[in-house]
């Protein structure tokens, strides 16, 4: 079966704390997985995707297929950083499977 | 600026109403996909399309149908509304060459009565 878990509804960290979101997988293939971002009032959007191993707004997430995790990370959390994450797996006929979704809110 | 364009922000129906929800794109994207979503249960897919009269179910299809006549126009139906289907629906479009990056709307927050 293919799933994207999403253990935690709600995450509040002061500003300037790390931040670690977290994102577990279960996928039979190779997986391609992605964090998808909705601030307030404003679409959701593709933050990052594991293939790219990019930074985005200071943003990382690494591909740990050991523990089909797919963690999304920030040193030093900042106001703006405020949203709704999503994780999400690219499935089977190239459909995309959400995760539960996780509010980030960074306290001042 | 890329933009996928839902015809109404808020919609409220009466139980047993026939709905219509309407998305278009102007990027020429071969993809498009309707997803509900809910607190505590994210995104889940409804309908998808990879092409003009084509559709696939997607994993909560029930009471939905769609239509694409045109490439840029997806359009979400409610046979009969019910008070279930009270959500945020997003529509959402992509390239062939780049599934997985979604383009969004802005959504439409049904409300059936």
């Known amino acids: 079966a293919q799933r994207v878990t999403q253990p935690e509804k709600l995450l509040s960290v002061f500003k300037g704390a790390p931040v670690e979101l977290k994102c577990n997988y279960s996928?039979?293939?190779?997986?391609?997985l992605f964090w998808y971002v909705q601030y307030s009032r404003q679409r959701l959007q593709l933050l990052l995707r594991?293939?790219s191993r990019e930074s985005i707004k200071g943003f990382t997430a690494d591909l740990n297929k050991g523990e089909t995790s797919f963690h999304l990370k920030k040193p030093f959390a900042q106001e703006e950083d405020s949203a709704m994450y999503y994780c999400?797996?690219?499935?089977?006929?190239?459909?995309?499977?959400f995760g539960q979704g996780t509010e980030l809110s960074v306290k001042p | 600026d890329v933009k996928v364009t839902q015809s109404s922000r808020y919609l409220v129906k009466r139980t047993g109403e026939k709905v219509f929800l309407e998305c278009v794109q102007d990027?020429?994207?071969?993809?498009m996909f309707w997803y509900r979503q809910d607190p505590g249960l994210g995104l889940r897919l409804i309908y998808f399309?990879?092409?003009?009269?084509?559709?696939e179910k997607g994993d909560i299809p029930e009471g939905y149908s769609v239509s694409r006549e045109k490439k840029e126009r997806f359009s979400l139906i409610l046979e009969s509304a019910s008070t279930n289907q009270t959500s945020m629906y997003l529509c959402?479009?992509?390239?062939?060459?780049?599934?997985?990056?979604?383009?969004f709307g802005s959504g439409t927050q049904l409300s059936v009565l």
């Open positions: 990027m020429d994207h071969e993809n």
């Open positions: 959402a479009s992509s390239s062939t060459g780049e599934n997985e990056k979604l383009f």
């Open positions: 594991h293939i």
């Open positions: 999400a797996l690219s499935g089977q006929g190239g459909k995309l499977i």
């Open positions: 399309s990879y092409d003009v009269k084509m559709k």
């Open positions: 996928y039979s293939g190779s997986p391609e």
